[in-house]
């Protein structure tokens, strides 16, 4: 079985995706470009708790079944569309996860107000309009609607991520959710503050005193 290493790396994180009640059951998928230009992604409505390494499918550029038995995600051809257009996306998430998508039924972005967000995400969140699931038109839309953010909400069904890896496409949408959490309860309050652009800006440029060397 080829990628072993880079299955079970998706499935920690599914579990992760799980832990931070980001999906419910069977919900979401994890797709990750591999060093040959081929794609792991998760199968279609299959139990992330149930999931083995085995069960992750395989798949060209084209969509083709390249190893597994199992159906991939019905999420495949706008995943396939989102890599093609952002070649320096090698992992994309999408989740279900409940404050982020309920902003996009009342906004039409999550504004960069949290430092978590922007320096996770960009300086805001768009949210797409809605698209039937299982349809490329998902991808198509999410593309065109991301632009500097790793991360697009789809108006009515849910979140995509996106990173360099898995890890930050599964920080964007961890970190997501809690300024989602954190910008929902304040505007129950009353106007939230934003940040200006200068602020953003200052944010989001490197310090270089964050991390491990």
């Known amino acids: 079985m080829k990628y072993e290493k880079e299955r079970r790396e998706i499935l920690s994180a599914a579990l992760d995706m799980l832990q931070y009640s980001l999906i419910s059951l069977s919900g979401g998928n994890i797709a990750l470009r591999t060093d040959e230009g081929s794609f792991l992604i ?3 409505a299959m139990r992330y708790e149930t999931m083995l390494p085995e069960d992750v499918v395989l798949l060209d550029a084209e969509g083709r ?4 038995c199992r159906r991939p995600s019905s999420d495949t ?3 396939l569309y989102l890599f093609r257009q952002r070649s320096e996306i090698n992992a994309l998430i ?5 404050y982020a998508t309920a902003v996009g039924l009342v906004e039409d972005e999550l504004p960069g107000c949290l430092v978590t967000v922007l320096d996770a995400c960009g300086p805001c969140v768009p949210v797409a309009p809605f698209t039937i699931s299982s349809d490329e038109g998902m991808g198509v839309l999410a593309a065109e609607y991301a632009g500097e953010s790793l991360a697009v909400i789809l108006r009515s069904h849910g979140v995509i991520t996106m990173g360099r890896n898995l890890s930050e496409a599964l920080e964007a949408a961890i970190y997501l959710e809690e ?11 009353g106007p939230v503050r934003l940040l200006s652009k200068e602020q953003i800006k200052a944010e989001r440029s490197p310090r270089g005193n964050y991390g491990q060397l």
């Open 77 to 79: 051809k706008a995943l």
């Open 179 to 189: 300024a989602a959490r954190t910008y929902l309860a304040a505007r129950a309050l």
């Open 42 to 44: 998760t199968p279609s």
């Open 65 to 68: 079944v390249l190893e597994g």
């Open 94 to 98: 999408h989740t279900h996860q409940p």
